[in-house]
């Protein structure tokens, strides 16, 4: 670790003594049992957090809450400087935080600083949006009437997030969030706590240094049993959950049970479609990038590739001769393409889905397996995998979050291949790789693919901040990031004003006194 100034990047970002268990402060709320957090990449304990106790989870919901009434008042343009100011702390701490990313959750130390900048769009994004968050004006019936509609903040937003983006998702959400005049809990995955630390921090430093109560940013660390205290809550009217559709089912009827909100992103089984039209130096750049980046441990990670009877040899011995020249090792050493699975039970997992696939008739053809020696000591390196298999085998239907990639195989017009991609539960991202405009808009059509996402010619993993992001069916339905996605963390009102001295009821209803 010392080699890539892992030591100095912790001390940049304000996580001192990490050894000695602590690491408190900036309205962390932490006063339970320790949390380890161990690096992948080479096994090293990095630090320890504490855990939220109940004692402490109230502590924060009062911070929170009352942060909430001075902060709502404050004009949104104003809140949006407050998120430019956070924007630019980023920019000076991409580096540390980038690494801190790479060194904790595994990934290339490259998409580490691009988690950054993802952070970073989405304040300038929020930035705009604080002078717009805009309702529309209706024409009322009655004379003499005005009617519109306008978006209030909504209270205090919890934020769960997955592992694997460990600080973007939660930018997402806050950056938004504090625009609309929300505050916000975070509680981080368990396995990247020490990146919760460093965004509370950064968020704490620019709170203060504009004189704003810092329970504007709440920080709770702990496992599922935190993220329950959140979701059964009645005083949190919005939860915003990112992870596994097991843990999404579980958060959506605790969340519905109260009536609550919730913004559900959640597991996907993206497929791209490879028709005789495609381009096959794009397509294999798109499908090997999107299966083994991140150790394919991204929510639009290629699970799938859907290939045209007619392509199938040529895609599948493009894709054995480049899987053969992949570089496994340190992600921060950046001659390497592919880093460490987060944990040794994300192992087991990819292990599992390697013996499964074989027992329902698929067959391995790059064959993967755990790297063992020098530099892999962490246990949690594993080899990318292909397998040729049917799309209804159990396995394939399921996300497995690792480097494997299924081949199948479609014959006949692209509708066929449609029909493939869509039959699964998850409806994240898709792709068609097609220079056939008829092959391309069938996909796009209503009667194409059903996912949140859906791209031309370029693969499924890797999303731009200014467009909704999210999926459908069993991925939960949740939009976050650009467009319209910030209306979800506002409360819409209906205001009627009568500017006459008659009172005509709607409907032309007579009600004569
Ligand atoms: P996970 O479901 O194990 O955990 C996610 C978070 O939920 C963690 O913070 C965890 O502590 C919390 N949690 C778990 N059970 C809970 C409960 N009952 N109540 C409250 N909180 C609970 O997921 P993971 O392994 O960290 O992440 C990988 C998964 O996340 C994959 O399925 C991936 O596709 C998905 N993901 C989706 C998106 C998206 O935007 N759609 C983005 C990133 C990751």
Not at 228 to 245: F, H, K, V, W, Y
Not at 263 to 289: R, S
């Amino acid at each position: 670790a010392m080699e890539f100034g892992i030591n100095d990047a912790l001390k940049k970002l304000g996580i001192q003594d990490i050894n000695l268990g602590t690491s408190t402060g900036s309205n962390n709320f932490g006063s339970g049992e320790a949390i380890a957090s161990y690096s992948p990449v080479d096994g090293a304990l990095i630090g320890k957090v504490k855990s939220t106790t109940k004692t402490d989870y109230e502590q924060a919901m009062v911070t929170a809450t009352q942060a909430f009434k001075p902060w709502r008042k404050m004009p949104a343009p104003q809140r949006g400087e407050v998120v430019r100011q956070f924007g630019n702390k980023l920019r000076e701490l991409k580096e540390p935080l980038g690494k801190l990313v790479s060194y904790e959750m595994g990934k290339s130390y490259q998409e580490g600083l691009g988690e950054v900048q993802e952070m970073i769009d989405i304040c300038d994004f929020a930035v705009g949006l604080s002078r717009q968050l805009h309702g529309l004006t209706m024409h009322s019936e009655r004379p003499g009437h005005r009617m519109y509609e306008q978006y209030h903040p909504l209270g205090v937003v919890g934020i769960i997030s997955a592992f694997n983006f460990p600080v973007a998702v939660w930018a997402w959400n806050t950056a938004l969030a504090w625009v609309c005049g929300d505050v916000c809990i975070w509680k981080p995955s368990e396995k990247t706590p020490l990146c919760g630390i460093a965004c509370q921090h950064i968020a704490a430093s620019v709170l203060k240094a504009n004189g704003l109560p810092e329970g504007i940013s709440c920080l709770i660390n702990g496992d599922y049993k935190v993220g329950e205290m959140m979701t059964q809550d009645p005083r949190i009217p919005l939860i915003s959950a990112t992870g596994s559709i097991r843990m999404g089912k579980i958060v959506a009827q605790a969340v519905a049970a109260r009536l609550g909100k919730s913004l559900l992103e959640l597991g996907g089984n993206n497929a791209i479609i490879v028709t005789p039209d495609a381009d096959i130096k794009m397509t294999v750049i798109g499908a090997v990038f999107g299966a083994v980046g991140t150790a394919g441990q991204r929510c639009t990670s290629t699970r799938r590739l859907i290939i045209h009877e007619s392509m199938y040899e040529t895609v599948k011995e493009a894709l054995v001769k480049a899987y053969s020249q992949l570089r496994i090792g340190n992600p921060l050493d950046e001659k390497n393409h592919v880093g460490p699975l987060i944990d040794t039970d994300a192992v087991a997992n990819y292990q599992s889905a390697l013996t499964k696939v074989v027992e329902e008739g698929g067959k391995l053809i790059v064959e993967g397996g755990v790297l063992e020696g020098a530099g892999y000591e962490s246990g949690c390196y594993v080899k990318p995998a292909i397998a040729e298999a049917n799309n209804d085998f159990e396995i394939v239907q399921h996300e497995t979050f690792a480097p494997v990639l299924y081949l199948l195989k479609y014959s006949g017009d692209v509708n066929n291949a449609i029909e493939i991609q869509n039959g699964v539960v998850q409806g994240l991202s898709s792709a068609i790789m097609t220079n056939n405009l008829r092959e391309a808009e069938n996909f796009l059509s209503c009667a194409g693919s059903d996912c949140g996402i859906a791209n031309v010619n370029i693969g499924t993993s890797g999303a731009e901040i200014g467009g909704a992001f999210g999926g459908e069916k069993e991925t939960g339905g949740g939009r976050e990031s650009g467009s319209d996605a910030w209306k979800v963390y506002m409360r819409r009102q209906t205001n009627t004003i009568n500017y006459t001295t008659e009172l005509p009821l709607a409907q032309g209803i007579k009600f004569d006194l």
